[in-house]
């Protein structure tokens, strides 16, 4: 069963009287860049101590990773304060201890009440969160179920989503690489139109999913998990006769894969993995007379246990005010 949070959590039970046997929670937090664990920690582990207290929480740092136990809630304020506190490092900005007491002061005023509120992923030194009560269903889909679909108009954040769970799900080590895939499939223009070889042709295609990274990584740090393949961003073509474990598998633009396309995509699902299909089924790309696979595969499997299917609507929409009132007009005429 996976935690309604999503996290590599293990509740123990502590307390001396029977029956009165008390929910602790303990929980990894991984350092991201150990050269700078000095800065991290403070000076003679000053930072560690301050976050120790605050929360009330048992607190080492081994193996690569600051490890705690204590209160679940108290938990995962002080794992939320050490996550900040790495953004900031990996800014290249300095970490006093009057930034580490402000950082715990927030954590410590952040109500995370449903899951969709409790991602680890950053954006600009913030931590992301859903903003709409669709896209707080659509994140509490992906911890909980191995494959989600999620349909809906374009701005609604199913791309963006999708990669802060994964990227979430990787910094808590629940899964061991995140491989990001989409279609090839030409917009009204020729690919081969385009310089270079292979890998330059599709590069265009795979850029909204790199840019999406890009926001919650720094560079650094996302060539050196490229080159460990841990993050792997690759075109729906290339997937074929692969088995991917302990992976978060996100198919973008699904509407324009092909049914037999997107049985192919999800029998790709292997051991402790999860699969998140996204795409936008008012419009495709494929060509006359292919059917859109991800329609295909929602009607199929929408009532297979362990399958989400979320859609989102134009109420959904947090890009630019002016992009909701786009979709609204072209949806309004072609309904004429």
């Not at 001396?16 to 920690?41: N, Y």
């Not at 419009?283 to 246990?305: C, F, N, Y």
């Amino acid at each position: 069963m996976r935690s309604r949070l999503g996290r590599p959590e293990r509740a123990i039970s502590v307390g001396a009287k029977p029956g009165d046997r008390q929910q602790k929670l303990e929980l990894s937090v991984p350092i991201e860049d150990t050269s700078k664990s000095v800065a991290l920690f403070g000076a003679t582990d000053t930072h560690l101590r301050l976050i120790r207290a605050a929360f009330d929480v048992r607190l080492t740092a081994r193996d690569g990773a600051i490890h705690l136990s204590g209160e679940p809630d108290a938990v995962r304020k002080a794992a939320d304060t050490i996550l900040v506190m790495q953004q900031r490092l990996r800014t290249g900005r300095e970490l006093s201890g009057r930034d580490v007491e402000a950082v715990i002061a927030e954590a410590s005023r952040a109500a995370a009440t449903v899951a969709g509120d409790s991602l680890d992923a950053l954006a600009n030194g913030s931590r992301i969160t859903p903003k709409t009560e669709g896209q707080k269903s659509y994140v509490e889909a992906m911890f909980q179920h191995t494959l989600t679909f999620c349909l809906g108009p374009a701005g609604t954040g199913k791309t963006y989503l999708a990669v802060a769970v994964a990227v979430t799900m990787l910094k808590r080590r629940q899964i061991g690489r995140i491989v990001l895939v989409r279609p090839a499939v030409e917009a009204g223009e020729k690919l081969g139109y385009l310089p270079g070889d292979i890998q330059a042709k599709v590069n265009p295609y795979l850029r909204p999913l790199l840019d999406a990274l890009n926001d919650m990584m720094g560079f650094d740090q996302i060539k050196r998990l490229m080159e460990n393949d841990i993050i792997e961003v690759i075109p729906l073509a290339f997937m074929r006769g692969r088995t991917l474990n302990r992976a978060v598998i996100i198919l973008d633009e699904a509407q324009n894969a092909t049914v037999s396309q997107m049985l192919m995509f999800m029998t790709r699902l292997g051991a402790d993995s999860t699969m998140i299909i996204a795409g936008d089924d008012s419009q495709t790309d494929l060509g006359p007379g292919q059917r859109s696979g991800v329609q295909d595969a929602v009607k199929r499997l929408a009532r297979v246990k362990d399958v989400a299917v979320i859609r989102l609507e134009h109420s959904d929409i947090v890009r630019h005010p002016l992009v909701q009132r786009i979709v609204q007009a072209y949806d309004t005429r072609d309904r004429s």
